[in-house]
């Protein structure tokens, strides 16, 4: 815990002027990042005596170890140059919204030559007109499904589009008249682009214009005796005047206007949204968020005013904003919406009237979420707060342990060893900063001795790391040749980086981020770059500390881990194990667990970080194991991808028959030309024959049976299954 007074600047430092200013911990990571009219006077707020500040203003100024702040002209490029850097440190004492969910939105692509009318989520597009948010994509669909009777636009993939085009028949929606399709040129592009503007154009609430026009032709076709027209053209205006009825008038003048409303207690917040446009209710979304610092009702508004249009633009930005507190000052603010938008911005609170009404009908909906989120959420900030305190208490710790890392070893009979590292933050799960290991300093199976590299390579990076930004507390720097991390005084030089994994340059990254099998959000291509620099306060690999480590196991891996921090000279980590049979706390050197009782909050969330680790480390065991059982001879043939394997195995039916053709017979194959060939048939020859294969019915050996085309499945009854392939009995996979 730092002294505000060891980092206070001196004064006369501190300008008197605008500017945002940034909070940065002992290891240059950003905590916060704030704003204010005079840099001088809000950070003086800071350094007064602790009692007499916030317990969350508290926490963060002594968790803190240094403050910089960054002059700008106005209050406005205070404003959005705090946006951006919240955007881009994500600060973990400034207000953070959540969504309580992906909201879709009703979007028409007029960035392709035919726009397409379809539900999207995530991040806006450029070029895309967007409608919404919708509370389930099931109501978008309903109202879609209403209008393509008068706006037959393309709703299809892109897929279906050029396989209709290909075949010059129209899908089931051309056939019944719900799309015009543009992909047989029943509709010239042009004539289609004017269609989905006339879409967009209704969605945007302009609606009397286009039903007043539909009743005219509607008459005149009776007038002129054409009933059958004027009859789907009567069926038309009802199916336009039930779409609306979906959306019901709540104010007049077609309005508009965004509404949010902001219900609070002393630790979390709920925000509601209401956009209404033309009058009507278009679309509703919510936040929440921990109150991590001391911040205001109005504060919260400017939080989700920035939140919601930091990323817009022009129409995106209503004419008016109504919100229950003003943030101060407000004129900042309003001028920042007005520059997004373009045109005049009026942000105020509603006094009488159907406004008035309406907020109040937000103002419940947050409250309802608000006690949705308390009934629901398993990680509530008390929760967390109390299971954090039951583990220092446990265990002994001088605080509690807000970055926690487990590590688990899985394997299969000895075979394809890996690690997991999994980082869990104030409770929580950071899931871009898993990282897992390959175990390549020796051959079998020792789980003792799988966690002993494992927490050798991840910490000897974390020192070498250290040295590099020159952390050491005696100020010596020690030159790092020949990949070698030097030691901090006292200890013994570190040894290189160790082998690298997946084939990666020896001193490059020993574990892959991220995790596939979640989502793709979750998996991350190369994770964070290496350390931390000074000029950049972002998470980066392996160079932040956790203040306890766990393993998956009892006293011999916590030994294993405790003895791997002793030889690299670390001593302020702690280590404990939790073994898997009784739920048992294992501690470095004591004969007897630490046992917490089954309520407590400590052990459930010890169980979660080891439940994790285990189900990241057994993923990563079953790809690697699926990866080498599906490799061949032909995978050596360098240049050779999966779409001309394929295509080599389908030709010849096996490897077998691949081997004995003769170059100009592998030539035939398409995409195959002489110099592959040549290559393929060296390859092949120098490759050792696979083993034969065995009818697991009869006992009798296939010798004719080999890799076969992608078509063919092994392995049930009857079937030949490769001798020599292992087999996984349950239980035997850790």
């Known amino acids: 815990m730092a002294d505000p007074s060891s980092y206070r600047p001196k004064p006369g430092e501190i300008p008197d002027s605008p500017g945002v200013y940034k ?40 968790t803190a170890a240094s403050v910089e702040w960054t002059v700008v002209s106005t209050e406005v490029e205070a404003l959005q140059l705090e946006y951006s850097w919240i955007k881009e440190f994500d600060p973990r004492f400034n207000v ?26 995530g991040h806006k597009k450029k070029g895309v007109r967007y409608f919404g948010p919708y509370g389930h994509a099931w109501a978008i669909r309903d109202t879609v499904d209403l209008l393509l009777r008068v706006f037959p636009v393309r709703t299809c993939s892109a897929g279906v589009f050029k396989n209709a085009a290909r075949t010059g028949r129209p899908c089931l929606l051309g056939y019944i008249g719900k799309c015009s399709a543009p992909c047989v040129g029943r509709i010239s592009a042009e004539d289609h682009r004017e269609l989905a503007e006339e879409f967009s154009d209704f969605m945007a609430g302009r609606t009397g214009t286009y039903l007043r026009r ?31 009825e979906k959306n019901a008038v709540v104010l007049a003048d077609a309005t508009d206007a965004d509404l949010i409303a902001v219900a609070e207690d002393e630790l979390e917040a709920a925000v509601q949204i209401f956009h209404v446009r033309g009058g009507r209710v278009r679309g509703q979304r919510g936040w929440v968020t921990d109150k991590v610092e001391e911040v205001t009702t109005g504060a919260l508004v400017e939080h989700a005013l920035q939140q919601l249009y930091g990323e817009e633009s022009g129409d995106a930005v209503p004419k008016e904003v109504l919100v229950p507190a003003l943030p101060d000052p407000v004129e900042p603010v309003q001028q920042w919406l007005t520059d997004r938008r373009g045109a005049g911005v009026s942000l105020r609170i509603p006094q009488r009237g159907d406004k008035k009404a309406l907020m109040e009908t937000v103002q419940r909906n947050a409250l309802q979420a608000l006690a949705l989120h308390k009934t629901k959420r398993a990680s509530d900030l008390t929760t967390r707060s109390r299971a954090l305190e039951e583990i220092a208490d446990a265990l002994g710790l001088d605080s509690a342990p807000l970055r926690i890392e487990c590590y688990d070893i899985s394997h299969l009979q000895g075979d394809d060893v890996v690690a997991s590292m999994v980082v869990f933050e104030d409770g929580l799960q950071r899931k871009g900063e898993y990282r897992r290991f390959q175990i390549k300093g020796f051959e079998g199976q020792d789980d003792v001795r799988s966690m002993h590299e ?134 470095p050197g004591e004969d007897d667990p630490v046992v917490l009782p089954r309520s407590s909050e400590g052990l459930y969330l010890l169980q979660r970080v080891r439940d994790e680790a285990h189900r ?97 499945t092994a392995g049930t009854a009857g079937e030949p299954v490769p001798t020599g392939a292992p087999t996984e009995r349950r239980g035997q996979e850790t």
């Open 23 to 62: 909070f940065r911990d002992e290891h240059r990571r950003v905590i916060y990042v704030g704003k204010a009219k005079s840099l001088r006077q809000r950070l003086a707020n800071y350094f007064q005596d602790l009692a007499n500040l916030h317990p969350r203003t508290r926490t963060m100024v002594t």
């Open 96 to 121: 953070k919204y959540r969504d309580d969910k992906s909201y879709p939105y009703l979007a028409v692509t007029m960035n392709e030559e035919f726009p397409r009318v379809q539900v999207m989520r």
């Open 214 to 244: 539909l009743e005219q032709r509607m008459t005149e076709a009776a007038e002129e005796m054409e009933y059958e027209r004027a009859a789907r053209l009567r069926d038309d205006i009802g199916a336009l005047k039930k779409a609306m």
């Open 454 to 587: 494992v927490i050798t390579r991840r910490f000897r990076r974390y020192l070498a790391e250290k040295e590099r930004t020159g952390e050491w507390t005696d100020g010596e720097e020690a030159a790092v040749p020949d990949g070698t991390a030097a030691a901090p005084p006292g200890t013994a030089a570190l040894p290189s980086a160790g082998p690298a994994v997946d084939g990666s340059p020896a001193g490059a990254s020993e574990a892959a981020p991220g995790d596939a099998v979640d989502s793709p959000s979750d998996a991350l291509v190369d994770g964070p770059a290496d350390g931390f620099t000074e000029d950049d306060g972002r998470p980066k690999r392996f160079a932040y500390p956790p203040q306890l480590v766990v393993v998956d196991g009892g006293q011999p891996q916590v030994a294993a881990a405790q003895r791997a921090l002793d030889e690299l000279g670390i001593d302020d980590i702690a280590v404990c194990g939790l073994a898997k049979r009784l739920e048992e706390v294992w501690l």
């Open 616 to 712: 990241f480390a057994i993923t990563y065991q079953r790809t690697k194991r699926a990866k080498r059982f599906r490799a061949g001879p032909l995978d050596d043939v360098p240049g050779l991808g999966e779409t001309r394997k394929r295509a080599l195995l389908k030709h010849f039916g096996s490897v077998k028959r691949l081997r004995s053709a003769t170059i100009d017979q592998i030539c035939e194959v398409p995409g195959i030309g002489r110099k592959t060939a040549e290559t393929i048939a060296v390859a092949l020859s120098q490759a050792a024959p696979a083993a034969p294969a065995v009818n697991t019915a009869t006992g009798e050996i296939m010798e004719d049976v080999e890799e076969t085309a992608p078509e063919t």
